[in-house]
């Protein structure tokens, strides 16, 4: 029986993607563009990973140069007030997500587990009117792995009494290492690893 519901944020409560995809175009603009679009494919194909791993991947894999910490952080910051300037817009929330979020948050502990930046993350939820719905709204830089172990073993959840809602592998293989089931939504691509694949959610299974 499910009593705990993970949820990843980008893909699945907020169709946030294009804007996203934007801000990254923003702050790597100076660079060259094949390079900037090789790495707007790494990032849609790891939507559950956070910016700063996917900072560093365009500074050492497509560079093939060094990156300090602060440039990172910097780099993070200024996608960040990007991101907080244009995802506020309550249009971007996907409704289905929403209507099933308002319609059982009283029936199961929820929680959001992102790759977005916690912070930044906490502030947009609260824009967007939807904090009120989770127990917690946890962010990176912390791994996604790790912040899942970590809320399991702070609210003493069971395993087989918890899944995890997501569009990205990442999200799968942060289920699959923290022994949940995993609920693919928004991407063909997981239907093959989701325990549930939804379609929509009148395909919840209690």
Known sequence: MIKNILFDFDGVILDSMPIRDFGFREIFKEYDKEL????????????????????????????????SEERVRELAEEFSQ???????????LIKETIEFIENNYDRYNLHIVSGSDELELQYLCKELGVSK????????????????????????YFENETILVGD??????????NNLDFYGFNNDNLKKVSKIYLKNYQEFMI
């Not at 494919?41 to 990156?67: A, M, T």
């Not at 990007?82 to 971007?92: C, D, G, T, V, W």
């Not at 127990?135 to 912390?142: E, L």
């Not at 996604?144 to 609210?155: F, G, P, Q, R, T």
């Open 133 to 156: 719905y989770f127990i917690s709204i946890h962010g990176s830089p912390t791994a996604k792995n790790d912040l899942v172990k970590i809320l399991l073993h702070k609210y003493g």
């Open 36 to 67: 900037v679009e090789k790495f707007i494919e790494y990032h849609n194909l790891n939507g559950g990973l956070s910016r700063y791993v996917k900072i560093r991947y365009f500074y050492e894999e497509l560079l093939e140069e060094q990156v």
């Open 82 to 92: 990007i991101m907080k300037r244009e995802l506020i817009n309550k249009e971007y």
């Open 168 to 177: 990205s592998i990442n999200d799968y293989e942060a289920a699959k290492i």
